[in-house]
């Protein structure tokens, strides 16, 4: 009541007064009240929004957004002494924000530790712009850069080795290697020793580039000539419950050396050159990425320790896929059921790939979202960038099969290609198809070796051809698409299975993709022998069963 009294009153006191005289008022109020800090919540929201209502066309408007644009992101302000230049401050860094008279913005820098300040253009053409939410969003992200646990003191000493960490990871990147692909960028990315290296700028932090999808690759160049898409890293810091031994001087000896292997040579950590300090450095994954247990645990072996062995939840690696998919994530489809997903390809072709729930219900399978990888020296690094390229070959691999889900399909549905996904061993995977006779079935293994070797084998009734193995193999590396490289089998089994024409009607074959054959395939008078020690499991007479169970007719089988 008292407040519906206080508004009344007020509103009876100034109903006579002109809008100017009220802006006016109330911008004398919200001089006085933004240092106050007894100010309660309501008010303050309050004031804010009336600030964020205002037109900044006068040098005292700006400076009074700017400081509320601090508070919020709990730095500090003040003016310079001309009362031209307005400081946002924090521990690790401060922005200096260059005004004319009349409040228009003439420069924006940022100042690092130790550092000369550098004009940032982004910051600079935010504030011009009058976006003041964006240039808040900039600040929290930097703030957030320096999220760095301890004093004054201990801060400094986190952000001066994390510099150093910076300048050894971009002499390693910089270390002579032979070229493995045309593109330089997309050489630096998928064969680089640590990828594609941008040193931070603005008060961002350092960026590693270290994989991409082929089939992007091919996608994106021709049109942009930029590879737009892929997997991030950024280098940063984060706090740890226990002390680390972090290096405070550069750990990389001058001229650069290499062993034997190709690795760069470190100079000892030692106490001379390092301290024990709360913090670990973070590889911060841009997008997270899902990943198999076992490599969690190979990663956990590599930085002694620093990265936990098992996560706390793991779930089958397709279902992460599905969860972190931006088609897929909000779907209400059950991973315990039986999924089936529709890819449609170039000249109207579509294929439908099964996954079931049960069958890759496996330990060896099973992983987590991993949103940071944390270490404590360099040297970690490279190792670690190559388990997340092998990681990401494989998701690559399994994503590209999982698109349009469908659990209600009509019985009269024709697909070119019906086939279902299984898993092997760690780094193994089949898939199950029809031959074109309808009355046999194949089975391709995809063995996973490392991000730049996925090797091949088609298992197929009477058939053997090592060539036709290798020729799959380099269309699967070319794409790193399972659909594509089943529609690059589909048309060679047909070639094959086909009849062959009387010598005087025959005309020369060529390969799909630009890939010549000399030798045609051979096909074995028995069944084929030249299967694997571990013949799969999934290539049995129950493949597909769950099909049969689930109500579907025999004619899909």
């Not at 005289?21 to 911008?27: A, D, G, I, M």
């Not at 050159?273 to 247990?293: D, H, I, W």
């Not at 896929?321 to 890819?343: D, G, H, P, R, Y």
């Not at 404590?376 to 349009?404: F, K, M, T, W, Y």
């Amino acid at each position: 009541m008292k407040t519906k009294y206080s508004m009344s009153d007020l509103k009876s006191k100034y109903a006579d007064k002109s809008w100017n005289e009220t802006v006016q008022l109330v911008r004398r109020c919200m001089d006085k009240t933004k240092a106050d800090s007894r100010v309660c919540e309501p008010i303050t929201k309050c004031l804010q929004k009336i600030n964020e209502a205002l037109n900044v066309s006068s040098l005292k408007a700006m400076v009074s957004r700017l400081e509320m644009v601090a508070k919020q992101r709990g730095l500090g302000s003040h003016l310079s002494p001309t009362e031209t230049v307005c400081y946002l401050t924090a521990d690790l860094f401060y922005i200096e924000v260059v005004m004319l008279p009349g409040g228009q913005v003439e420069d924006v820098r940022v100042a690092h530790h130790g550092e000369v300040p550098v004009s940032s253009t982004s910051l600079l053409h935010l504030l011009r712009m009058k976006k003041f939410q964006v240039f808040s969003l900039k600040l929290e992200d930097l703030a957030s850069f320096y999220n760095i646990p301890g004093d004054s003191d201990v801060k400094i000493k986190i952000y001066t080795s994390l510099r150093h960490l910076e300048c050894d990871l971009f002499k390693i990147s910089h270390l002579p290697r032979s070229l493995r692909q045309s593109d330089l960028h997309v050489d630096l990315i998928l064969n680089g020793r640590i990828g594609n290296v941008q040193p931070g700028k603005e008060g961002t932090p350092m960026k590693i580039e270290y994989y991409i999808s082929p089939l992007d690759v091919l996608m994106g160049m021709p049109s942009t000539g930029e590879v737009s898409h892929g997997q991030v890293a950024l280098v940063t810091v984060g706090s740890s419950d226990t002390s680390h031994r972090l290096q405070m001087e550069s750990l990389i000896p001058s001229p650069p050396q290499v062993d034997s292997f190709g690795f760069s040579v470190f100079q000892p950590l030692t106490e001379s050159c390092s301290e024990l300090l709360p913090a670990t450095f973070l590889l911060k994954l841009q997008p997270p990425l899902p990943m198999l247990s076992s490599f969690i645990e190979k990663m956990a072996k590599i930085t002694d320790g620093v990265i936990p062995k098992t996560p706390l939840q793991v779930e089958p690696l397709p279902q992460l896929l599905m969860k972190t998919s931006t088609s897929l994530k909000n779907s209400k489809m059950s991973w315990a059921e039986v999924v089936q997903f529709i890819v449609p390809l170039p000249a109207s072709e579509c294929h439908s790939y099964v996954l079931s729930g049960a069958e890759w219900d496996h330990e060896a399978w099973k992983g987590a979202l991993i949103h940071t990888v944390p270490f404590s020296h360099p040297g970690h690094v490279p190792v670690l960038l190559e388990i997340l390229r092998h990681q990401s070959a494989i998701n690559v691999l399994l994503a590209s099969c999982l698109s349009n889900p469908n659990h209600h399909i009509d019985a009269g549905s024709l697909y070119d290609l019906r086939c279902e996904i299984l898993p092997e061993s760690d780094h193994c995977l089949s898939v199950t198809f029809s031959l074109p006779d309808g009355n046999h079935l194949a089975v391709l293994l995809v063995m996973v070796v490392d991000s730049r070797q996925v090797s091949c084998r088609l298992l197929m009734p009477d058939f053997m051809d090592h060539k036709l193995d290798d020729y799959i193999s380099r269309v699967l590396m070319r794409c790193m698409s399972i659909p594509i490289t089943m529609r690059a089998i589909r048309r060679k089994v047909a070639s094959v299975m086909t009849p062959p024409l009387p010598a005087a009607d025959q005309e020369p074959t060529t390969e799909m993709e630009g890939i010549s054959s000399t030798t045609p395939p051979q096909v074995a008078d028995n069944a084929n022998t030249d299967a694997i020690a571990n013949p799969s499991y999934c290539a049995s007479l129950s493949v597909y069963s769950h099909w049969v169970t689930s109500g579907h007719p025999a004619e899909i089988l």
